[in-house]
Protein backbone atom coordinates (compact mmCIF):
# COMPACT_ATOMS: atom_id res chain seq x y z
CA UNK A 1 0.00 0.00 0.00
CA UNK A 2 0.87 3.68 -0.48
CA UNK A 3 1.81 6.16 2.07
CA UNK A 4 -0.66 8.32 3.41
CA UNK A 5 0.07 12.28 1.97
CA UNK A 6 2.10 14.21 4.00
CA UNK A 7 0.51 17.30 4.40
CA UNK A 8 1.89 20.77 3.62
CA UNK A 9 0.29 24.03 4.76
CA UNK A 10 0.36 27.26 2.61
CA UNK A 11 2.59 30.29 3.66
CA UNK A 12 0.53 33.67 4.20
CA UNK A 13 -1.97 34.74 6.41
CA UNK A 14 -4.65 34.63 3.90
CA UNK A 15 -6.78 31.02 4.23
CA UNK A 16 -5.91 28.61 1.96
CA UNK A 17 -7.09 28.62 -1.68
CA UNK A 18 -7.19 24.95 -2.19
CA UNK A 19 -5.22 21.67 -1.96
CA UNK A 20 -2.70 20.13 -4.36
CA UNK A 21 -2.42 16.81 -4.18
CA UNK A 22 1.17 15.78 -5.94
CA UNK A 23 1.93 12.09 -6.74
CA UNK A 24 5.46 11.47 -7.30
CA UNK A 25 6.55 8.01 -9.35
CA UNK A 26 8.59 5.67 -7.94
CA UNK A 27 10.99 7.82 -5.81
CA UNK A 28 12.88 4.62 -4.46
CA UNK A 29 14.29 3.10 -8.00
CA UNK A 30 13.68 6.36 -10.43
CA UNK A 31 15.01 9.23 -8.40
CA UNK A 32 18.62 10.70 -9.54
CA UNK A 33 20.52 13.80 -10.70
CA UNK A 34 18.76 15.81 -8.04
CA UNK A 35 15.34 15.06 -10.02
CA UNK A 36 13.77 14.91 -5.94
CA UNK A 37 14.06 18.80 -6.29
CA UNK A 38 11.39 19.18 -8.76
CA UNK A 39 8.65 17.27 -5.94
CA UNK A 40 10.12 20.26 -3.86
CA UNK A 41 9.83 23.31 -6.20
CA UNK A 42 6.32 22.24 -6.93
CA UNK A 43 5.92 22.06 -3.45
CA UNK A 44 6.67 25.02 -1.96
CA UNK A 45 6.09 27.42 -4.95
CA UNK A 46 2.28 25.72 -4.59
CA UNK A 47 2.62 27.01 -0.53
CA UNK A 48 3.74 30.74 -2.13
CA UNK A 49 0.63 30.35 -4.20
CA UNK A 50 -1.61 29.99 -1.34
CA UNK A 51 -1.86 26.21 -1.65
CA UNK A 52 -1.96 23.47 0.61
CA UNK A 53 0.13 20.63 -0.86
CA UNK A 54 -0.42 16.95 -0.62
CA UNK A 55 2.63 14.73 -1.46
CA UNK A 56 2.07 11.06 -1.70
CA UNK A 57 4.57 8.68 -3.39
CA UNK A 58 3.97 5.41 -5.37
CA UNK A 59 6.70 2.34 -5.44
CA UNK A 60 6.52 -0.50 -7.09
CA UNK A 61 3.58 -3.20 -6.01
CA UNK A 62 1.88 0.27 -4.31
CA UNK A 63 -1.84 0.86 -4.94
CA UNK A 64 -2.32 3.84 -7.12
CA UNK A 65 -4.34 6.82 -4.86
CA UNK A 66 -8.39 6.81 -6.89
CA UNK A 67 -7.11 11.07 -7.69
CA UNK A 68 -4.32 13.00 -7.73
CA UNK A 69 -3.54 16.68 -9.40
CA UNK A 70 0.06 16.30 -10.60
CA UNK A 71 2.45 13.93 -11.10
CA UNK A 72 6.06 14.12 -10.83
CA UNK A 73 8.92 11.03 -11.90
CA UNK A 74 12.38 11.18 -12.13
CA UNK A 75 15.01 9.23 -14.11
CA UNK A 76 17.13 6.07 -12.78
CA UNK A 77 19.21 3.59 -15.03
CA UNK A 78 18.54 0.60 -16.34
CA UNK A 79 18.42 -1.53 -13.55
CA UNK A 80 15.59 0.58 -12.11
CA UNK A 81 13.62 0.61 -15.15
CA UNK A 82 14.27 -3.02 -15.06
CA UNK A 83 12.54 -3.12 -11.58
CA UNK A 84 9.44 -1.07 -12.52
CA UNK A 85 8.71 -2.10 -15.94
CA UNK A 86 5.86 -5.10 -14.87
CA UNK A 87 4.45 -2.15 -12.05
CA UNK A 88 4.50 0.40 -14.80
CA UNK A 89 2.55 -1.64 -17.44
CA UNK A 90 -0.23 -2.64 -15.15
CA UNK A 91 -0.87 1.00 -13.85
CA UNK A 92 -0.19 2.35 -17.54
CA UNK A 93 -4.18 2.44 -18.38
CA UNK A 94 -5.04 4.65 -15.18
CA UNK A 95 -1.64 6.87 -16.43
CA UNK A 96 -3.34 7.15 -19.89
CA UNK A 97 -6.38 8.10 -18.42
CA UNK A 98 -5.23 10.27 -16.04
CA UNK A 99 -3.64 12.69 -18.97
CA UNK A 100 -6.73 12.15 -21.32
CA UNK A 101 -8.30 13.98 -18.03
CA UNK A 102 -6.03 16.68 -17.99
CA UNK A 103 -4.09 15.90 -15.50
CA UNK A 104 -0.38 17.40 -15.41
CA UNK A 105 2.71 15.31 -15.77
CA UNK A 106 6.44 15.78 -15.39
CA UNK A 107 8.46 12.82 -16.40
CA UNK A 108 12.67 12.89 -16.29
CA UNK A 109 14.81 10.63 -18.50
CA UNK A 110 14.25 6.77 -17.79
CA UNK A 111 10.52 7.26 -17.03
CA UNK A 112 10.44 9.92 -19.92
CA UNK A 113 11.46 6.53 -21.95
CA UNK A 114 9.06 4.53 -20.48
CA UNK A 115 6.22 6.99 -20.96
CA UNK A 116 6.74 5.94 -24.68
CA UNK A 117 6.23 3.15 -26.60
CA UNK A 118 9.87 1.07 -25.27
CA UNK A 119 12.89 1.46 -24.71
CA UNK A 120 15.80 -1.04 -26.20
CA UNK A 121 18.77 -1.52 -24.07
CA UNK A 122 22.03 -1.48 -25.25
CA UNK A 123 22.39 -5.37 -25.09
CA UNK A 124 19.12 -5.59 -27.14
CA UNK A 125 16.87 -6.09 -24.55
CA UNK A 126 13.47 -4.32 -24.95
CA UNK A 127 11.54 -2.46 -22.09
CA UNK A 128 7.85 -2.11 -22.53
CA UNK A 129 6.77 1.38 -21.86
CA UNK A 130 3.07 2.78 -21.90
CA UNK A 131 2.46 4.38 -24.92
CA UNK A 132 1.24 7.32 -23.22
CA UNK A 133 3.96 9.24 -25.36
CA UNK A 134 4.60 8.69 -28.77
CA UNK A 135 8.51 8.07 -28.51
CA UNK A 136 10.50 5.46 -29.05
CA UNK A 137 14.01 4.86 -27.64
CA UNK A 138 17.12 3.14 -28.56
CA UNK A 139 19.92 2.72 -26.70
CA UNK A 140 22.92 4.56 -28.35
CA UNK A 141 26.57 3.72 -28.46
CA UNK A 142 27.65 6.52 -25.95
CA UNK A 143 26.73 9.08 -23.50
CA UNK A 144 24.86 12.89 -24.38
CA UNK A 145 25.96 14.83 -21.02
CA UNK A 146 26.30 18.19 -20.13
CA UNK A 147 24.41 21.62 -19.97
CA UNK A 148 21.98 22.08 -22.64
CA UNK A 149 19.52 24.79 -23.88
CA UNK A 150 16.19 25.14 -24.97
CA UNK A 151 13.89 27.03 -26.94
CA UNK A 152 10.24 26.78 -26.56
CA UNK A 153 7.30 28.09 -27.70
CA UNK A 154 5.53 27.82 -24.41
CA UNK A 155 8.35 28.75 -22.06
CA UNK A 156 10.96 30.80 -23.85
CA UNK A 157 14.50 29.42 -22.82
CA UNK A 158 14.69 26.36 -20.77
CA UNK A 159 18.00 25.09 -19.13
CA UNK A 160 19.06 21.92 -17.67
CA UNK A 161 21.69 18.99 -17.42
CA UNK A 162 21.09 15.94 -19.83
CA UNK A 163 23.04 12.91 -19.38
CA UNK A 164 21.66 10.00 -21.00
CA UNK A 165 22.46 7.06 -23.83
CA UNK A 166 19.17 6.67 -25.30
CA UNK A 167 17.77 7.74 -28.55
CA UNK A 168 14.79 9.33 -28.60
CA UNK A 169 12.36 9.73 -31.28
CA UNK A 170 9.33 11.08 -31.53
CA UNK A 171 5.92 9.59 -33.47
CA UNK A 172 3.38 12.74 -34.92
CA UNK A 173 1.30 12.17 -31.91
CA UNK A 174 4.04 13.91 -29.68
CA UNK A 175 5.58 17.40 -29.88
CA UNK A 176 8.42 18.58 -28.83
CA UNK A 177 9.22 20.66 -25.55
CA UNK A 178 11.73 22.64 -27.29
CA UNK A 179 13.85 23.02 -30.02
CA UNK A 180 17.73 22.41 -28.78
CA UNK A 181 20.11 26.37 -29.17
CA UNK A 182 22.63 24.19 -27.17
CA UNK A 183 23.28 20.52 -26.35
CA UNK A 184 21.70 16.88 -28.07
CA UNK A 185 18.42 16.77 -26.71
CA UNK A 186 16.21 13.71 -27.62
CA UNK A 187 18.63 12.01 -30.16
CA UNK A 188 21.61 14.53 -31.07
CA UNK A 189 20.51 14.54 -34.87
CA UNK A 190 17.03 15.87 -35.18
CA UNK A 191 17.23 19.27 -33.14
CA UNK A 192 13.83 18.60 -30.20
CA UNK A 193 13.92 17.63 -26.67
CA UNK A 194 11.69 16.30 -24.86
CA UNK A 195 7.84 15.48 -25.72
CA UNK A 196 4.52 16.82 -25.02
CA UNK A 197 1.20 15.26 -25.14
CA UNK A 198 -2.12 16.87 -23.45
CA UNK A 199 -0.99 17.92 -20.15
CA UNK A 200 2.05 16.04 -19.78
CA UNK A 201 5.81 16.91 -20.49
CA UNK A 202 8.51 14.05 -21.19
CA UNK A 203 12.11 15.41 -20.83
CA UNK A 204 15.69 14.49 -20.80
CA UNK A 205 16.72 17.72 -18.64
CA UNK A 206 17.49 17.39 -15.08
CA UNK A 207 19.53 19.46 -12.84
CA UNK A 208 16.71 19.65 -11.22
CA UNK A 209 14.79 20.86 -14.18
CA UNK A 210 12.18 23.41 -12.09
CA UNK A 211 14.14 25.24 -9.70
CA UNK A 212 16.12 26.92 -12.85
CA UNK A 213 12.64 27.40 -14.91
CA UNK A 214 10.07 28.91 -12.83
CA UNK A 215 7.72 29.50 -15.86
CA UNK A 216 7.36 25.38 -16.43
CA UNK A 217 6.35 24.75 -12.70
CA UNK A 218 3.78 27.55 -12.50
CA UNK A 219 2.41 25.98 -15.71
CA UNK A 220 2.26 22.49 -14.11
CA UNK A 221 0.55 24.13 -11.09
CA UNK A 222 -1.80 25.72 -13.33
CA UNK A 223 -3.34 22.80 -15.17
CA UNK A 224 -3.50 21.29 -12.26
CA UNK A 225 -5.84 24.05 -10.08
CA UNK A 226 -7.86 24.48 -13.04
CA UNK A 227 -8.17 20.78 -13.39
CA UNK A 228 -11.10 20.93 -10.57
CA UNK A 229 -12.57 23.89 -11.25
CA UNK A 230 -10.37 26.46 -9.71
CA UNK A 231 -9.05 29.41 -11.26
CA UNK A 232 -5.54 30.22 -11.30
CA UNK A 233 -4.02 33.71 -9.74
CA UNK A 234 -0.78 33.58 -8.76
CA UNK A 235 0.82 35.76 -5.92
CA UNK A 236 4.07 37.40 -7.09
CA UNK A 237 6.91 35.30 -6.56
CA UNK A 238 10.67 37.07 -6.47
CA UNK A 239 12.59 34.40 -9.07
CA UNK A 240 15.44 36.76 -9.21
CA UNK A 241 17.34 33.74 -7.75
CA UNK A 242 15.65 31.03 -10.21
CA UNK A 243 16.80 33.39 -13.69
CA UNK A 244 20.41 33.79 -11.98
CA UNK A 245 20.68 30.37 -12.30
CA UNK A 246 19.46 29.66 -15.34
CA UNK A 247 21.35 32.38 -17.11
CA UNK A 248 24.32 30.83 -15.17
CA UNK A 249 23.22 27.42 -16.41
CA UNK A 250 23.12 28.32 -20.00
CA UNK A 251 26.71 30.01 -19.90
CA UNK A 252 28.45 27.09 -18.79
CA UNK A 253 30.45 25.23 -21.66
CA UNK A 254 29.08 21.45 -22.02
Not at 109 to 130: A, D, K, M, N
Not at 163 to 189: C, F, I, K, M
Request: proline share 7%; aromatic share 6%; charged share 20%.
Amino acid sequence: MSADPVVYPHTGPAPARGAIRILQLYPRDMNIYGDWGNLLTLARRSQWHGYDVELLSYNNGDTLPDEVDLVVGGGGQDSGQERIKKDLVSIGPQLRGWAADGVPMLVICGLYQLFGHRFVTGEGSEIPGIGLLDAETVAGPGRLIGNIVLDSPTFGRVVGYENHSGLTRLGPGAEPLGSVRSGDGNNGEDGTEGARVHNVIGTYLHGPLLPKNPAVADWLLERAVTLRGGTWDPLPIDDADARHASTVAASRPR
